[in-house]
């Protein structure tokens, strides 16, 4: 029988923390064969309501399931993780400036990053869901030395998933015949979905759509907006959509692409595609055996470059404002 693989879950009281919790004690995390024990990280507010999630989890009775701890300490949260779901943030509220968010963020994921790096075991993987999702992996990252730096990535597979599905509705095609789109830069406003290289059975999903006015005054700004039009439309923000996208990145960086396939994750950039080395920016990637590689050789028009770099810009900045504060 296989070790139980320890996955820590941090805002495991919030709404996503609800979504995500029980996909994971099924398997669909890691397989259906991989036991899991949670480590639910909460702030002192929150544990009671923790507590309640762990009791309902307890009740599913789920053969996976190998045990639940709920911690208020980061220290003893990310004891031993071998997955960390970083989904616990600080929202922007009311009059909060930019530099306002970011420091509040900071003094969330400036310790959970020294706390992976102390308490973690060797084979940590993090994915950030919390927002400004790119930069508090970069924050969370940068308080790591230890840890392998590409081991830290944020959340852009709810925007691809978001992406897949619109151009599906727009061409009348199954979803699952969509193949090869990519997020590039920020999960913010500024992403940039790309279909390009996108293939959609088989053909190439610019050709298919063969719409550049749709393209830039459509569908960017629907799959870039998605998340304004749920908060409109359910009063509250994507949860279960947003934990099904945790779920797949997780699945995909460890049980890997199908081959003529790809994905888009938030990952510290090596300079590919002329994004400045170490921001953590949306790539288009293959994974592997636990591993992922960016796709290299794409061509990039003049209509992807200006999206790529504007969304860049903002990263850049985001990293310039976070140093300037000693978060990083
Ligand atoms: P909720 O407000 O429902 O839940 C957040 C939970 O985090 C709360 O229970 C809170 O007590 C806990 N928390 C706060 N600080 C913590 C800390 N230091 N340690 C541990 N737990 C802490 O938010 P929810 O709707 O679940 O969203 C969570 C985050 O996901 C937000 O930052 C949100 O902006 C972000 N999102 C990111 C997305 C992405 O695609 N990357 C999409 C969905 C979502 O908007």
């Given at each position: 029988?296989?070790?139980?693989?320890?996955?820590?879950?941090?805002?495991?009281?919030?709404?996503?923390?609800?979504?995500?919790?029980?996909?994971?004690?099924?398997?669909?995390?890691?397989?259906?064969?991989?036991?899991?024990?949670?480590?639910?990280?909460?702030?002192?507010?929150?544990?009671?309501?923790?507590?309640?999630?762990?009791?309902?989890?307890?009740?599913?009775?789920?053969?996976?399931?190998?045990?639940?701890?709920?911690?208020?300490?980061?220290?003893?949260?990310?004891?031993?993780?071998?997955?960390?779901?970083?989904?616990?943030?600080?929202?922007?509220?009311?009059?909060?400036?930019?530099?306002?968010?970011?420091?509040?963020?900071?003094?969330?994921?400036?310790?959970?990053?020294?706390?992976?790096?102390?308490?973690?075991a060797d084979d940590i993987k993090?994915?950030?869901?919390?927002?400004?999702?790119?930069?508090?992996?970069?924050?969370?990252?940068?308080?790591?030395?230890?840890?392998?730096?590409?081991?830290?990535?944020?959340?852009?597979?709810?925007?691809?998933?978001?992406?897949?599905?619109?151009?599906?509705?727009?061409?009348?095609?199954?979803?699952?015949?969509?193949?090869?789109?990519?997020?590039?830069?920020?999960?913010?406003?500024?992403?940039?979905?790309?279909?390009?290289?996108?293939?959609?059975?088989?053909?190439?999903?610019?050709?298919?759509?063969?719409?550049?006015q749709w393209l830039a005054d459509?569908?960017?700004?629907?799959?870039?907006?998605?998340?304004?039009?749920?908060?409109?439309?359910?009063?509250?923000?994507?949860?279960?959509?947003?934990?099904?996208?945790?779920?797949?990145?997780?699945?995909?960086?460890?049980?890997?692409?199908?081959?003529?396939?790809?994905?888009?994750?938030?990952?510290?950039?090596?300079?590919?595609?002329?994004?400045?080395?170490?921001?953590?920016?949306?790539?288009?990637?293959?994974?592997?055996?636990?591993?992922?590689?960016?796709?290299?050789?794409?061509?990039?028009?003049?209509?992807?470059?200006?999206?790529?770099?504007?969304?860049?810009?903002?990263?850049?900045?985001?990293?310039?404002?976070?140093?300037?504060?000693?978060?990083?």
């Amino acid at each position: 029988t296989r070790t139980p693989v320890n996955v820590t879950v941090t805002g495991a009281a919030g709404q996503i923390g609800y979504a995500l919790l029980f996909r994971i004690a099924s398997g669909h995390l890691l397989g259906a064969d991989v036991p899991v024990k949670l480590r639910l990280l909460e702030i002192p507010q929150g544990m009671k309501a923790a507590e309640g999630t762990a009791m309902e989890l307890d009740d599913c009775a789920f053969p996976l399931l190998k045990g639940i701890d709920i911690f208020d300490d980061p220290n003893k949260g990310f004891e031993g993780a071998n997955v960390a779901l970083l989904v616990g943030a600080r929202p922007r509220t009311k009059g909060m400036e930019r530099g306002d968010l970011l420091s509040a963020n900071g003094g969330i994921f400036k310790p959970q990053g020294a706390a992976i790096n102390a308490h973690a075991a060797d084979d940590i993987k993090v994915l950030v869901v919390g927002n400004p999702a790119n930069t508090n992996a970069l924050i969370a990252q940068a308080a790591a030395p230890d840890v392998p730096a590409e081991r830290f990535t944020a959340m852009t597979r709810l925007d691809h998933n978001r992406a897949i599905s619109q151009l599906a509705a727009k061409t009348g095609a199954a979803v699952s015949d969509i193949k090869r789109l990519t997020i590039w830069g920020n999960h913010s406003a500024t992403q940039y979905p790309d279909i390009f290289h996108a293939e959609i059975a088989g053909k190439n999903a610019a050709e298919v759509v063969s719409d550049e006015q749709w393209l830039a005054d459509t569908f960017i700004p629907t799959v870039a907006k998605r998340g304004a039009a749920i908060i409109e439309a359910r009063g509250a923000s994507s949860a279960a959509s947003a934990a099904n996208a945790a779920i797949d990145h997780v699945h995909t960086w460890v049980n890997g692409t199908a081959a003529g396939d790809w994905t888009s994750m938030g990952i510290p950039s090596d300079g590919s595609y002329g994004v400045p080395e170490g921001i953590i920016s949306s790539f288009p990637v293959t994974t592997k055996d636990g591993k992922y590689e960016i796709v290299q050789g794409l061509d990039i028009n003049e209509f992807s470059r200006a999206r790529i770099d504007a969304s860049v810009a903002e990263l850049v900045e985001e990293r310039d404002a976070v140093r300037e504060l000693g978060l990083i």
